[in-house]
């Protein structure tokens, strides 16, 4: 806990009037609805609205002094006036919860695709060397064995920094964590010290926040060029970047730090060789330079031997044997609603699979492509309130890599479903397809079609357990939808 005035100290706010009370303070919020008692509450200037006008429910739900960017004209509760409150908010969280993650084995995982799955597999394989293990992203917050909800795969900076300081109350050996563009750019993870940071791919997503490809990755460099600059370094930091990437050399270029290379086309410091991808599950020799060691594992295809290689190389130097690692890997239980298979008594199969970039629909059709013996059908929208300029390519990646598209919704948010789909429809090019703007139906229309055979892909929405149609957000599992639908169809 600390006093008001020890967070003003520390911020240095010049010609701070004096206030007559100095409370103590309990945490942080951003939110109102979230403030309890005792709490600061810090008003963002947002996107959709403005914290500032807030303020009285935050004090009514308990909050004793205010930060603020707009004179907010009052003088029962203590307000501390600063330039922009968004900066501000990462500067003081770490001080407030006395920068954790300085104590912490932190790991950043960024690019377009393929951060959950990073970190979901480091996640096995650290927990397979019986050490405890957080991770933070897509899919959810999880401190050793318990699991907390997310509002977004890297939170806001309060919630972020009172996480770690509970992970190293906890002891926790190892924190992964997905690193987002979004968070880079907004600067919610100013101020966090990681040890590794991980590159994995970039390609086309979130044109509708970063104005360009160069913006984009702008955002994404930020992780390394920012990597053990701000501290005295007593342990070494590590930059792991996929080499085969186009973009490898602008980020092996903007780090200070140690570089350690992954890939299979390239040379680099670890690489896969002797590839043999199966239906059921994925080989290959494991090259360090040193030592070589055939690696056998559940996952499937050939991105996933780029999300192994990038956590091999992670454990290895954060001290995992490599037996360890093989065992690890060869017992994967790999990430929900990534490449996951539905289970069943049908004769055909149905995956649901988090696709929603084209990069990741072209890798994740191509993988099926290589053992589908029939049809491929494919069950696929694009979010609403979101890059526009991906739609077209997302169709035509479906055109030109499945036997027949199901034109869908996917959470569509504020926007028209109809206008997603003919957005995307505008990247077709003559194959025949159906459009059916209710996702349910969708599915079932896909697996009344499939015969033996013949594989449905369900992408887009993978874990995703709701679907928002305008302000709403209703119950919505593809996986339980196509279960069902199986089920009805087998009777
Ligand atoms: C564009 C963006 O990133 N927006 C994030 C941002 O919202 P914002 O600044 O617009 O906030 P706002 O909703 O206008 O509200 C302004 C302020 O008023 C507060 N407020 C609001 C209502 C209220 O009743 N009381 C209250 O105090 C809010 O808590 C906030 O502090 O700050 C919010 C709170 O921290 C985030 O939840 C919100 O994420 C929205 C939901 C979002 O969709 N973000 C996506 C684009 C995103 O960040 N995605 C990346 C992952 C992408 C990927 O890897 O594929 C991510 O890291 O999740
Ligand atoms: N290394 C990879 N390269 C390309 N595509 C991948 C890779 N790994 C996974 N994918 C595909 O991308 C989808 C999303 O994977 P994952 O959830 O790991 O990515 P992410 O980077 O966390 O995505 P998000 O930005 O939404 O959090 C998977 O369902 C799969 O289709
Ligand atoms: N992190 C991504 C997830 C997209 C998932 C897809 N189902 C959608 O809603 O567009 C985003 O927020 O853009
Ligand atoms: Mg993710």
Request: hydrophobic share 35%; with cysteine.
């Amino acid at each position: 806990m600390k006093t008001l005035n020890e967070i003003a100290s520390y911020l240095s706010v010049i010609n701070q009037p004096k206030f007559n009370v100095n409370p103590e303070i309990k945490g942080i919020q951003v939110n109102s609805q979230k403030v309890t008692e005792s709490d600061l509450f810090v008003c963002i200037s947002g996107y959709t609205v403005d914290g500032h006008d807030f303020v009285d429910q935050a004090i009514k739900n308990g909050a004793v002094a205010i930060i603020a960017e707009k004179e907010l004209n009052r003088n029962d509760v203590p307000v501390l006036y600063v330039k922009d409150t968004k900066q501000t908010l990462s500067l003081i969280a770490n001080y407030f919860y006395d920068f954790p993650s300085n104590q912490l084995h932190l790991i950043g995982v960024t690019g377009t695709n393929g951060k959950t799955s990073v970190t979901y597999l480091l996640d096995e394989i650290f927990r397979c060397n019986e050490e405890s293990t957080a991770v933070i992203g897509t899919i959810q917050m999880k401190i050793g064995d318990q699991v907390y909800p997310i509002a977004n795969t890297t939170p806001e900076p309060s919630y972020l920094q009172h996480s770690f300081r509970k992970m190293v109350e906890q002891n926790i050996d190892h924190c992964m964590m997905e690193v987002s563009s979004h968070a880079l750019e907004l600067g919610r993870v100013n101020g966090c010290d990681f040890d590794i940071a991980v590159y994995t791919n970039l390609s086309q997503d979130h044109l509708d926040f970063h104005e360009t490809m160069d913006d984009y990755l702008a955002a994404k460099l930020r992780l390394f060029s920012h990597l053990g600059n701000r501290y005295q370094l007593e342990q070494p930091k590590f930059a792991i970047i996929n080499q085969d990437d186009q973009y490898a050399n602008d980020f092996i270029n903007a780090t200070s730090q140690r570089v350690i290379t992954y890939g299979i086309d390239q040379e680099a410091d670890f690489t896969a060789r002797n590839i043999q991808l199966t239906a059921n599950g994925t080989q290959f020799t494991l090259d360090t330079g040193e030592q070589q060691i055939d690696i056998t594992t559940p996952l499937i295809g050939k991105f996933n031997i780029y999300n192994m290689l990038a956590a091999i190389a992670t454990a290895y130097i954060s001290g995992v044997s490599l037996a360890t690692i093989r065992l690890a890997l060869s017992q994967s239980n790999g990430v929900p609603g990534r490449f996951e298979t539905v289970k069943g008594d049908h004769d055909f199969s149905v995956i649901v699979d988090f696709a929603h970039t084209p990069d990741s629909l072209g890798n994740v059709l191509t993988t099926i492509r290589t053992f589908a013996t029939q049809k491929i059908y494919l069950v696929v929208g694009c979010g609403g309130d979101r890059d526009r300029t991906k739609r077209p390519l997302m169709a035509k990646v479906g055109e030109d890599h499945a036997d027949y598209l199901i034109l869908t919704s996917d959470n569509p948010r504020t926007e028209d479903p109809l206008t997603i789909i003919s957005d995307m429809e505008a990247g077709l090019t003559g194959k025949e397809y159906t459009v059916e703007v209710d996702r349910k139906k969708a599915i079932e229309y896909a697996i009344n079609l499939a015969k033996s055979g013949d594989v449905v892909l369900i992408a887009g929405k993978g874990h995703e357990t709701t679907q928002t149609i305008g302000k709403e957000t209703l119950p919505f599992n593809d996986y339980l939808v196509a279960q069902e639908a199986i089920l009805n169809k087998l009777q």
